[in-house]
């Protein structure tokens, strides 16, 4: 028999968001930010889905753990979500790396992320922990995650997702029953367990995990006592708790937030060149594979104050237009086309200069007569009039960041070395 709830578990939960690391692989994309600040769909930053999943499922409690790098991210969250009012029983914490356990101890792992923060998370009481990852794209509701939890009786739910079984390798995967129930826990696994009825599959980690708070805590305590723990929940925490406790999955189809025409349950890591770059051009198709434009489960983000975008210029040539593309505002695009692309805010494109294929970050301006495919920019890059990049690929390589699959990601320090 289910158990019938008089009000949304959420209520009594608070989102606690892991936001501190510098997401390496993104190479000089997070030379300046950290990997949650990352900009991402035009308008938003990665961190944003995390953020808005937890506000749309119920959730009004949240604290965000920062580290590497903070600063932008910082800057966005203060200025994007500081709508949270006190008196309506909201906080929304932003908790960096203060010292404030040791003088000399920073945020060891993810786990002690959490640990040091213990006292701030006891003054708003919850009575449920959902432990996220600030860096993922994916929409989600977590009140049926927290539902399954308490149905289940388990000590900690972990969100997992069904991959093909060689593709587990670089994450956190679970060996469960019939009743999936986790009877292991191994980081990275050479030879990933499948899946009972589907041994080509396994359940990866998504790095959500759902506990009660006074579990919780019990458990940070006795890892910070452990001198042989490396103070990571992946690592330490539940491994733990898959020997001596209860520990279930949750599978992400069960929470997954879809609208009417997305026909996969969309969740990306997009921790490499290659996967960021395809996560965003996936928005610029006709049925784009993540919806935005749901109105039903909104991503949240800093609302800027900008012009309307604007198309100028109508001659053969030189004509401003974009096909398959996003353009966010305060973009001009004068006299050149955008091809299957992402304009964010405040770019702007000069006359006869053409981008296909591109990734274009904030206040960047593109010069006349330039040619880029596969590119991604970073913010408040200026591209001289008439470079070609995406034709000839060992002059990009030598030139710029080239990505396994072709991507050249340009930045500031880059163009300055340019000797055109």
Known sequence: MRETYSQPLARDAMAYVLAGGRGSRLLELTDRRAKPAVYFGGVSRIIDFALSNAINSGIRRIGVATQYKAHSLIRHMQRAWNFMRPERNESFD????????????????????????????QAHAPKYMIILAGDHVYKMDYELMLRQHVESGADVTVGCLVVPRMEATGFGVMHVDKT??????????????GIPGQEDMALAS???????????FDQLRRDADDPDSKRDFGGDIIPWIVKNGKAQAHRFTHSCIRAADEIEEYWRDVGT??????????????????????????????????????????????????????????CIVSGAMAKKSLLFTGVKMGSYSRVERGVILPYSNIGR??????VILDSGVRIPEGLVVGEDPELDARRFRRSEKGVCLITKPMIEKLDL
């Open 94 to 121: 932003i908790l960096p790396a203060s010292q404030r356990v040791s003088e000399s101890q920073w945020y060891e792992g993810t786990a002690d992320a959490v640990f040091q923060n213990i006292d701030i998370i």
């Open 180 to 193: 999936d129930r986790i009877t292991d826990f191994v980081e990275k696994p050479s030879d990933p367990p």
């Open 206 to 216: 998504m790095g959500i995990y759902v506990f009660e708070t006074d579990f919780l």
């Open 273 to 330: 060149l290659d996967a960021y770059f395809e996560a965003n051009l996936d928005l610029t198709d006709t049925v784009p594979k993540l919806n935005l434009y749901d109105r039903e489960w909104p991503i949240w983000t800093d609302q800027i104050v900008a012009a309307p975008a604007k198309f100028v210029h109508d001659e053969d040539g030189r004509r401003g237009c974009a096909i398959s593309s996003l353009i966010s505002q305060d």
């Open 369 to 374: 007569g330039a040619r880029l495919k596969n």
